[in-house]
């Protein structure tokens, strides 16, 4: 299931675009969830998560791209293709991270070819992002950011890559489910790791990129090296 959402305040061009993102889904079976929003204002202040962004630019009040701007605050993971009619935005859109532009009058060929484009990206990028809850709303963290996780009491806080840290309610045993067929392994009841970040097997230890050393459980040590060994090997 892609979750698509379409930012277009002309109806004819809405239906348009919902018709030829089902009729793609039908041609190469898959199955596309569409909502349609009218303006940009509606787009920030959705609660849901997508996995396409399929964004005009020329909107009442806050622009396309100004709405795209604000959303790489919190999600710089989904794919943003712009529709539009103003070819000139084409190279700023690329700043944002758009995966691909459109001009209108939209075609059945050019849709295509972007939604193509972002099939590749959604599925390169399966399982490897994570949605934070935060004060200002879910927060799409790249899994190639997280060092790894722990948990104390009902708190989650995740370690990055960047040093900083964000913490938000949760249980690792749902992070763990949200993750699913991701690499990452329980290293004690409290802590899940990122087998991408390790760095070295220390005796009763795994070294992170960050430099910290995270102990592992007796209980867990030879799952854990198992599980490293296979896939340290496997990825080189």
């Known amino acids: 299931m892609i979750h698509t959402l379409i930012v277009e305040d002309e109806a ?4 348009r675009l919902i018709s030829y993102v089902r009729r793609y889904g039908e041609a190469h079976n898959e199955t596309f969830q569409v909502t349609w929003l009218r303006s940009a204002m509606d787009m920030l202040s959705e609660k849901a998560r997508y996995d396409l962004v399929l964004l005009d ?9 100004e709405a795209a701007q604000l959303m790489r ?3 710089e993971v989904t794919p943003i293709v712009f529709v539009t009619n103003l070819a000139q935005y084409a190279v700023k859109g690329y700043e944002v991270g758009a995966t691909g532009f459109i001009v209108k009058p939209v075609t059945w060929g050019n849709l295509s070819l972007n939604l ?5 990206s ?8 994570v949605m934070v809850p935060t004060e ?6 790249p899994l190639s950011s997280i060092v790894y ?4 009491g ?7 890559e960047s040093d900083a840290q964000l913490e938000t309610r949760g249980s690792l045993g749902q992070l763990e489910e949200e993750l699913a067929g991701a690499p990452v392994v329980r290293v004690a009841k409290s802590c899940i790791a990122n087998m991408d970040k390790v760095s070295l097997v220390r005796g009763q230890g795994l070294q992170m990129s960050n430099g910290e050393v995270l102990r592992i459980s007796r209980s867990r040590k030879r799952e854990v090296l198992d599980a490293v060994t296979d896939y340290l090997g496997g990825r080189r």
Do not use: C
Not at 57 to 65: A, K, Q, T, Y
Not at 149 to 152: I, R, S, Y
Not at 154 to 160: C, G, Q, S, V
């Open 116 to 120: 193509d484009r972002v099939m590749r």
């Open 122 to 129: 959604i599925r390169q990028n399966a399982g490897r992002s």
């Open 149 to 152: 996780v722990e948990v104390t």
């Open 57 to 65: 630019i020329n909107l009442p009040g806050i622009n396309g791209m």
């Open 73 to 75: 605050l919190f999600d």
């Open 12 to 15: 004819e061009e809405a239906e």
């Open 154 to 160: 009902h708190r989650l806080t995740y370690h990055l």
């Open 136 to 141: 200002d709303g879910l927060r799409v963290v």
